[in-house]
C-alpha cells in the first residue's frame, strides 16, 4: 500500500461532502441493519475511520468508538472533529494489515473500498485473519468491496471535481489489466489567495474475488448473514460497483 495516500488528501476529504455521504448512508444502515438482526454491538471498531465520519455516526448511535487509519492527517481531523462535539472517540494510527486491538469487540467496520486498497493477496488475508482475531465470539465484521466492474470499467476516465472556488480536483483512472489494479492520479488545486497550490497523489485499488473472499470467510469461522449491492438494500449482481458484507463469528 502508498503509505503517502490521504496525508494531502484529507485537506479535501474534510471538506467535501461528496466523500463523507456514503459513509454516512452505510454507518446508518450498519445501525438499522444490527437492530433488525437483534444484535447491539457494545464496542465498535471502525478500520480505515479517515476523518471520522461514521466514527461520529456509532458514538451518537451510544456505541463505545475507536477509529483506527494509517494518516495521520485524517486522524488530527478525526481528533478534532470528536473533541470539539464532545464525543470521546478514541483514535490510533495502524495499517490494517498489521492491526492489533487492546481487546477484541463486537463490531469491526471497514468501508468506503478501503480493503481495496490491499493489493497483495497475502497481506488482504492476513488482514481478514487480524480482523477475524479481533472479534468476540458472535462479533460481526462488516466491509465493503469494489468489484471487478467498477474497478475495470465503471471506475475509469477522468472526473473533474468542482468543490467550490478554493478547491477541486481531476482524477484520471485507467485498468491495468496485466497486474488487475485500478490506478486513479488525482490533482488537486487548493486555491490560496489568488493562486492554486497544486497536489498530486496515486490511488491503486485491487479487486480481490468475491467467491474467495465468501470460501476464506467460512473456513476462518465466519457466516455470511448479508450482502447488499449499496446502501438501499439492493441485491448484488454482476452490474454492482460494490459488495457490502455482513459476516458474524460463529460461536464454538
Known amino acids: 500500500m502508498n503509505n503517502n495516500i490521504y496525508n494531502d488528501f484529507a485537506y ?6 461528496k466523500y463523507h455521504s456514503y ?33 461520529e455516526i456509532f458514538a ?12 495521520d ?16 472517540i478514541k483514535f490510533y494510527r495502524q495499517e490494517i494489515e498489521n492491526l492489533m486491538l487492546e481487546k477484541k469487540v463486537d463490531l469491526i467496520t471497514c468501508m468506503y473500498d478501503s480493503l481495496n486498497y490491499i493489493t497483495d493477496e497475502t497481506n488482504f488475508y492476513r488482514s481478514m485473519d487480524n480482523v477475524i482475531s479481533s472479534l468476540n ?13 467498477a474497478l ?5 476516465g477522468v472526473e473533474i471535481l468542482r468543490n467550490n472556488k478554493d ?16 490506478i486513479k492520479k488525482i490533482s488537486f488545486y487548493i486555491g490560496d489567495n489568488g493562486t492554486f497550490r497544486h497536489l498530486f497523489e496515486t490511488h491503486i485499488e485491487k479487486a480481490h474475488e468475491p467467491k474467495k473472499i465468501e470460501d476464506y470467510l467460512l473456513r476462518r469461522g465466519m457466516e455470511i448473514i448479508d450482502t447488499f449491492a449499496d446502501t438501499e438494500y439492493r441485491p448484488v ?6 459488495i457490502i458484507y455482513f459476516a458474524r463469528k460463529i460461536s464454538r
Request: negative net charge; hydrophobic residues 40%; contains cysteine.
Open 73 to 88: 492527517e485524517m486522524l488530527n481531523y478525526a481528533k478534532q472533529r470528536s473533541l470539539e462535539n464532545e464525543l470521546g
Open 152 to 156: 475495470s470499467s465503471k471506475w475509469v
Open 167 to 182: 478547491f477541486f480536483e481531476i482524477h484520471n483512472a485507467t485498468y491495468d489489466d496485466t497486474n488487475g489494479v485500478n
Open 23 to 55: 459513509s454516512k448512508d452505510l454507518a446508518h444502515l450498519i445501525i438499522d441493519r444490527m437492530k433488525h438482526l437483534g444484535h447491539w454491538p457494545k464496542d465498535v471498531v471502525d478500520l480505515a475511520c479517515g476523518v471520522g465520519i461514521a466514527a
Open 60 to 71: 451518537n448511535a451510544g456505541f463505545d468508538v475507536t477509529g483506527i487509519d494509517k494518516s
Open 12 to 17: 479535501i476529504y474534510a471538506r467535501q461532502e
Open 137 to 149: 465470539e458472535s462479533g460481526w465484521f462488516v466491509f465493503d468491496i469494489a468489484t471487478l466492474h
Open 237 to 242: 449482481d454482476k452490474e454492482c460497483e460494490r
